[in-house]
């Protein structure tokens, strides 16, 4: 019996154990998804980093700088300068105009190419200046355009927002890789449901920082000493006030604390800091693009989605094609049964990781 026992303590330990690594992996693999920079360049920049950005910046200096129309909400978008793909997916699906009238202002989240990037991506500053003279929505810093920079990126444009947008009630933080449902983002922040005393999104709690050097989202142990990550939130889309943000961009500014995994320094150790509180509303989110395709399908059936967040797996255009079917079926769909969801219907097929397209998306729930 005893040993019995020992066994089965054995067992719940390994379990539990690669519960959670599958959980990392899951994420980390997940955020592949976002800039697309080379392996090489980062881990260059991984042993150099400590050194190079040991100071937080909201006092980045500003290249190019854009005005602030939002009334309502500020959108932030997080975005890779040599890659205007996903940019152009987002103009289109919502334009400067249908935003404005929403009481939304959109702004994208930019750092500098050095040579050897523009060479790669065949994208000049003159071409982001051209970009930010047509649109009016470029917010530029000077700072490379980096993985590990990417917290430079994430603080500039809180604090951009902040001093910026007088009187907006909040502030959206995206990554430009994200699919979403303005309409359904603005019905929930209107049906206030949400305190504004907190940070709104996708929660993550007991992720544990990776410490394989080949993995993009490797942190040594000078970058973060400890074994686990604070609680925080995804910064595929998260949403707060500027009161809230303004708090950790101050912080931020002051501290001599820096990690440059934007989404753990900023709403995890800032935000554990300064108490602010987390608010999960992760049911409106998927991790997996396909699902989006099924909730498109519902438009025939009238059919609202459940999900409003969510990958767009590498396909810039299912930005457009999502916010159509959004669009239709705010003014025309109903709500779905509890077990006609999205996410109980959807058949997805079990899809082998590729680890170099970054294309893995699945549901960690659905694997174990
Ligand atoms: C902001 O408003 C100004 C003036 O109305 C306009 O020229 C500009 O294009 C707008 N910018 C965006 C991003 O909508
Ligand atoms: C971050 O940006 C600064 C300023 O351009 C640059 O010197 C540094 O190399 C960048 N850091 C990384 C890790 O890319
Ligand atoms: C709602 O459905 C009607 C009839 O199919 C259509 O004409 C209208 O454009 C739809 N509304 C939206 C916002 O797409």
New binding site residues.
């Given amino acids: 019996m005893k040993t019995g026992k020992h066994e089965l303590q054995v067992w719940v330990l390994i379990a539990a154990w690669l519960y959670r690594m599958h959980f990392v992996i899951f994420i980390f693999m997940e955020r592949d998804l976002q800039v697309q920079i080379s392996k090489k360049t980062n881990l260059i920049h991984s042993q150099t980093a400590k050194k190079v950005m040991d100071k937080s910046s909201g006092n980045t200096r500003i290249i190019i700088k854009?005005?602030c129309?939002a009334t309502y909400l500020i959108w932030i978008v997080t975005s890779y300068a040599g890659d205007p793909s996903a940019r152009s997916a987002l103009r289109r699906a919502y334009t400067?105009e249908e935003l404005?009238t929403l009481g939304i202002?959109r702004v994208f989240l930019l750092g500098t190419l050095n040579d050897d990037a523009k060479d790669r991506t065949h994208v000049s500053q003159k071409a982001l200046l051209d970009e930010s003279r047509r649109?009016?929505?470029i917010l530029q810093g000077n700072f490379l355009d980096t993985y590990r920079n990417l917290t430079h990126k994430h603080l500039m444009g809180l604090r951009w927002a902040i001093n910026n947008c007088e009187g907006v009630k909040y502030i959206m933080k995206m990554d430009d890789d994200i699919v979403v449902d303005i309409y359904g983002i603005l019905e929930k922040l209107h049906s206030s449901v949400i305190e504004k005393d907190s940070l709104i999104g996708y929660s993550m709690r007991n992720m544990i920082p990776v410490r394989e050097l080949a993995n993009k989202w490797y942190a040594s142990k000078m970058e973060y000493a400890g074994n686990i990550y604070p609680d925080f939130i995804s910064g595929w889309l998260y949403v707060t006030s500027p009161q809230i943000a303004n708090w950790l961009t101050n912080y931020a500014e002051t501290s001599s604390k820096y990690f440059w995994i934007d989404d753990v320094f900023v709403t995890g150790i800032l935000r554990k800091d300064l108490n602010i509180k987390i608010r999960d509303i992760s049911e409106i989110y998927t991790t997996d693009y396909r699902y989006l395709e099924c909730c498109m399908k519902g438009r025939t059936n009238l059919l609202k989605c459940e999900f409003l967040i969510g990958p767009n797996g590498g396909d810039a255009e299912l930005q457009v094609r999502f916010k159509k079917f959004a669009k239709f079926c705010h003014a025309n769909c109903s709500m779905r049964d509890e077990n006609n969801l999205v996410g109980k219907t959807c058949v997805v097929a079990y899809k082998k990781p590729q680890l170099h397209k970054g294309t893995f998306q699945i549901n960690p729930i659905k694997i174990l």
Avoid: C, L, M, V
Wanted: net charge negative; glycine share 22%.
């Fill in positions: 854009p005005s129309n400067n404005q202002g649109f009016g929505d």
